[in-house]
């Protein structure tokens, strides 16, 4: 009998909808990271290679319109897979919990995490240099393989223990919060630059 899949991982990838958009965001990302010295202090006690908003800044949106231009796509989108994970939400809403920009240069990478209290997490890319670093996302099954034989070099992507994203920039990207993912070392010179941001249920 043929096999069946069961219990699959979803990744949403969409595109900014209006490519202008895209500069606007730039512009903006630059501004927040010129004047956010209480950003650049925790980048700096933290060890933060590059710069966060993260710990610093929860009005982008206020800020700037891109952002809240940006913010309009992504309930939309969050919407949209959610129904495609059939959610059965009840009287509940998905409502944005975190916005945040992030700029890495060469070297900068962030090591494998999650993110807690919230039900959907993402990146919007707004500048990807050749290079840059990718988003590795890890088989959250993993600790439970103990020892489960290595995968062929043909294994299909949906079958193997990490997958490695190399967005464009304009590309949003979307998973399950629990999704445990990192950003690999950037090999650019040039700054790479995306606008991170989670959901949670209200």
Known sequence: MPQRRLFPTLLHESKLADPALLDELEAACWMVEDGDSAGHDWCEENGYPGYTSYASLDD????????????????????AFARALHWDLEDRTL????????????????????????????TCYVA??????????????????????QL???APEAMRRFVYVRPKAGDIVMWESWLRHEVMASASEDARISVSFNYALS
Do not use: Y
């Open 60 to 79: 982008l949106p206020e800020r700037a319109p891109a952002f809240a231009d940006l913010v309009a796509q992504l309930d939309a989108e969050a919407a």
């Open 95 to 122: 409502s944005l919990s975190g916005l945040w920009v992030n700029v890495l240069g060469e070297g900068g990478g962030h090591s494998g995490h999650l993110h807690p209290g919230c039900v959907i997490s993402g």
């Open 152 to 154: 062929t070099d043909e």
């Open 128 to 149: 990807m240099p050749e290079g840059a670093g990718a988003l590795k996302l890890e088989d959250p099954r993993l600790p439970q393989m103990m020892a489960a034989p």
